[in-house]
């Protein structure tokens, strides 16, 4: 059975940085695409970063050049390095599948603001 659990969130200040991971246990990462999804106060989840199982990494232009994806294969972690956060940033995020699993892990909450 696949679980996923997300961490790294909290408050931090417009400007800021944080560094989520996604720990993933009954799934061999190498051998699927990954993403990192949100959703804000009153949103849809969508995704905003995914990485291919060759390593191509791909994000929405909102994030574009302020988030990375990466993965480390031997601790089945994906992880998504956030620079220079705004306060449309603000959301719940996850990790999952691409295309998703029909389920979906706790998530972890990002804020940001002053």
């Known amino acids: 059975q696949v679980q996923l659990v997300e961490s790294g969130g909290g408050l931090v200040q417009p400007g800021g940085s944080l560094r989520l991971s996604c720990a993933a246990s009954?799934?061999?990462?190498?051998?699927?695409?990954m993403g990192w999804y949100r959703q804000g106060p009153g949103k849809q989840r969508d995704l905003v970063a995914s990485?291919?199982?060759?390593?191509?990494?791909t994000y929405v232009d909102s994030v574009k050049g302020r988030f990375t994806i990466s993965t480390d294969n031997a601790k089945n972690t994906v992880y998504l390095q956030m620079n220079s956060l705004k306060p449309e940033d603000t959301a719940v995020y996850y990790c999952n599948r691409v295309p998703a699993w029909g389920f979906w892990g706790q998530g972890t909450q990002v804020t940001v603001s002053s």
């Open positions: 990485i291919t199982r060759g390593g191509t990494s």
């Open positions: 009954g799934i061999i990462f190498r051998y699927v695409a």
